[in-house]
């Protein structure tokens, strides 16, 4: 008996030493594995930039000459311009990887992700940015519900504060638009255009309540209503840079962001930032763009016009 219970463990311990030697291998694989990259060594030695709303490389240089190089000694890295045409080249870009980094507006962005996978960054608040909605001051209209069956100019198709929020607001109070309430997107005649009679109401941005009254004269128009904040105008990055560089991009703007605002406000081309600071920028801070998309009847983001 002895023998044969000897005779079977021989097998039993060939067996630990072949699954110890195994585990050793396993381990010695995994440990030569490189590690993934992190901070400034997951993104790239040179970053290339852009804003949608700004058209050519002369006037990217104008613009954002003095970010560019803020940015630079910020990160470390090489940054450079990459010009774009519209939208729809930026989508491209970003889906090529063409470009890195791209300061954008909130229904851009929402067209971007879905287009491109657009990875949200950093968010630049704007105090008073709002979407309003005012009519005549004689008018007999005292709510938006009372702008059934009625007119309302907008700003030009896909503006945030313009035209989407305006829809959002008329949406909310049961009016639909091409159904009981006629909406007219006019872009920079429309103060003009309601000023001369036109339209029963006007949808803008909240910034643009002194200019109408400076055109149209000091109490000539009254608030029907006022939207809630809108989400931020953010930075994106491609998604092919990975959450990593994202991460670290996220970061280091948010550290340097007095020194890069200061930047990007000092040529007096965007005032809208003097009171901004930069927030972390997730997907779902865009939702209520995506909401807005909508009301618009662009159930395919992709469909809203340049």
Known sequence: MRSKASHRSIPALALVSILALSGCAATSTASDQPLAATGADSCPDTLRFSDTGVEGLETLVVEFEGFRTAFEEATGKNVEFYPISSRTAASTALEFDEIDLLLTGP???????????????????????????????????????DLENSTVITKEV???????GPL?????????AGDNVDVVPLGATRIAAFG?????????????????????????????????????DLFVARSALGSGCATW????????????????TATGESDKYLESEFQVATDADYDPTRAAFEAAGFADFAELPE
């Open 107 to 145: 229904a851009e962005y929402v067209v971007l992700k879905q287009e491109a996978d657009a990875i949200p960054v950093v968010g630049i608040t704007r105090p008073g940015y709002r979407s309003m909605i005012v009519t005549r001051a004689d008018s007999t209209v005292t709510e938006l519900a």
């Open 158 to 164: 896909g503006s945030t504060s313009g035209h989407l």
């Open 168 to 176: 959002e607001m008329l949406s909310n109070a049961g009016l639909v």
């Open 196 to 232: 001369a009679g036109e339209g029963d109401a006007l949808g803008t941005g909240l910034s643009d309540f002194a200019e109408i009254e400076e055109e149209l004269g000091a109490g000539s128009i009254k608030m029907l209503a006022e939207g809630p904040d809108l989400p931020n």
């Open 249 to 264: 991009l996220q970061e280091t703007l948010t550290e340097n962001q007095q020194v890069l605002l200061d930047a990007i």
